[in-house]
């Protein structure tokens, strides 16, 4: 999530030997193909994500609403996407309002 803008210039300055290997690379998180549905649902939801002062978190009925455009059913699925993308969420949250109080020091 911190890198993801600069991913691609990253990786070209690392190939083209500018660069040492960016400790990143070997940190991130590889995402099991399972989940893949969740980060795109939780992607498309933060792209259009509403700002007031600050980031607001994304809403459940949004979260449901694009659930049931999936086509994604069952009580216990949906709970379990919906407890994911949320747990998703907070922790974006929390990277943009310590990104935003550094800006602001």
Not at 70 to 79: A, K, M, Q, S, V
Request: without cysteine.
């Amino acid at each position: 999530m911190r890198y993801g803008e600069h991913e691609e210039w990253l990786n070209k300055e690392y190939k083209a030997g500018r660069i040492e290997r960016p400790q990143y690379f070997d940190e991130r998180p590889v995402l099991h193909e399972s989940l893949s549905i969740v980060w795109d649902i939780f992607h498309n939801l933060a792209s259009k994500r509403v700002y007031g002062y600050a980031a607001n978190p994304i809403q459940s009925t949004e979260i449901f609403a694009v659930l049931d455009g999936y086509g994604i059913n069952g009580l216990e699925t949906r709970l379990e996407y919906y407890e994911l993308i949320s747990a998703l969420d907070k922790e974006w949250l929390k990277i943009a309002s310590e990104k935003q109080k550094e800006e602001n020091s």
